[in-house]
């Protein structure tokens, strides 16, 4: 096991894109090939925390994710993560939402998480789930990762949020001397037969991409809303689901990346 893990962020700063159930999908078919994984979610809403029934923690008292970020330096990862079945979870909180104030007054900013992950040992994956802006806590998200998956809907409007992105992280990389690299699109939710619009998209996706990053593709399954709702991926589900296979090729692609 490598010391510094491999860190992925799960961005895209539209929502509805189904972004913290990808990015608990990849961290369950990480945690099926054998990879020992935190998932971290930076989301002040906490749905992929409440998806992983986490709750409780939510709404916790300090010491928490929030008390972290304030204070890189005083806490340890170790201390706030806590155990689920399939893998580890840094689970956000409730106060989280005053956090972007404290980040845009404080110094330093957007490299809290960056200085809070900074000694973390013992995984091969971090996965980061980032709130649906572009705000600071992503910009944190961004530059503590430098690798980048980008969760998109087979919908037109898929395309500004991606090119937003994507000028977000070219400033980022002129401002920080960061090197962030989108490493593969996944479009979620794709529902056969096909419309005319999902089937422009996935064209358009193919054809501005697959030049450069691989574009994977799940499909809309209910059995993948059963299981994040049951608390877990769809590895750790009573159910089989036939977009197994294209989740576990997705964490064959990174664990590849990795190596």
Request: hydrophobic share 40%.
């Amino acid at each position: 096991m490598s010391n510094k893990p491999y860190r992925l962020a799960v961005s895209n700063q539209k929502g509805g894109v189904g972004k913290s159930t990808v990015a608990l999908n990849i961290a369950g078919a990480l945690g099926e090939r054998g990879q020992n994984v935190l998932l971290v979610d930076l989301d002040p809403q906490g749905y992929l925390t409440s998806g992983v029934r986490l709750d409780d923690e939510y709404t916790a008292p300090s010491p928490n994710l929030n008390d972290a970020l304030k204070a890189p330096g005083e806490h340890a990862v170790g201390d706030l993560v806590v155990a689920h079945e399939e893998f580890d979870v840094l689970p956000a909180n409730i106060d989280m939402f005053s956090l972007e104030q404290e980040l845009v007054s404080g110094m330093r900013g957007r490299e809290r998480l960056s200085m809070l992950l900074e000694d973390v040992t013992g995984y091969d994956f971090l996965v980061v789930d980032c709130p649906p802006s572009l705000g600071l806590l992503t910009d944190n998200a961004l530059l503590a990762c430098e690798n980048v998956l980008i969760p998109a809907e087979a919908e037109d409007t898929s395309i500004r949020a991606v090119e937003l992105l994507f000028k977000q992280i070219d400033s980022l990389e002129d401002n920080f001397g960061a090197s962030i690299q989108e490493e593969a699109l996944v479009v979620s939710n794709v529902d056969y037969p096909l419309d005319g619009e999902q089937q422009g998209m996935l064209e358009w996706f193919e054809d501005t991409f697959s030049d450069r990053i691989p574009v994977f593709e799940i499909r809309s399954r209910a059995v993948i809303k059963r299981a994040f709702n049951a608390g877990h991926s769809i590895f750790g589900h009573d159910e089989e689901c036939d977009q197994a296979d294209e989740l576990l090729r997705i964490a064959d692609y990174f664990i590849e990346e990795q190596s």
